[in-house]
């Protein structure tokens, strides 16, 4: 935590994040002045989520339609002048059944196209 803060981020998005370290994250992010904004929490067995924190507080917008919802959060973030339109997404790895990771992206690249 203290390698990234010391970098004075304008925006983080992290991955790999579970429901104890997203707790742990946020608390640090909000005290450094940062506005975290997680995915919904994983289901199923799951346990690895997505968090993104930007300087100006994050407004959230409908991530792609995955198969694992828990593993994407979008946001419009105001960096400098200008509006942002960010996507945290943590692709599953390719041996999962159901060519889960081949639909996470093709949904992913759906919704940057758009």
Do not use: C, F, Y
Request: charged share 20%; hydrophobic share 45%; glycine share 6%.
């Amino acid at each position: 935590m203290d390698a990234v803060l010391a970098l004075e981020p304008d925006l983080v998005a992290l991955q790999e994040v579970t429901r104890t370290t997203t707790a742990r994250w946020r608390e640090r992010l909000t005290a450094d002045g940062l506005h975290p904004l997680a995915g919904p929490p994983p289901a199923d067995g799951r346990r690895l989520g997505v968090l993104l924190a930007a300087r100006t507080p994050p407004r959230a917008v409908a991530a792609p339609p995955i198969p694992w919802p828990e593993r994407a959060v979008a946001a419009t973030v105001a960096l400098g002048d200008r509006d942002v339109r960010v996507l945290n997404l943590h692709s599953p790895i390719s041996q999962r059944p159901g060519l889960v990771k081949v639909r996470t992206l093709e949904a992913a690249h759906a919704w940057l196209a758009a």
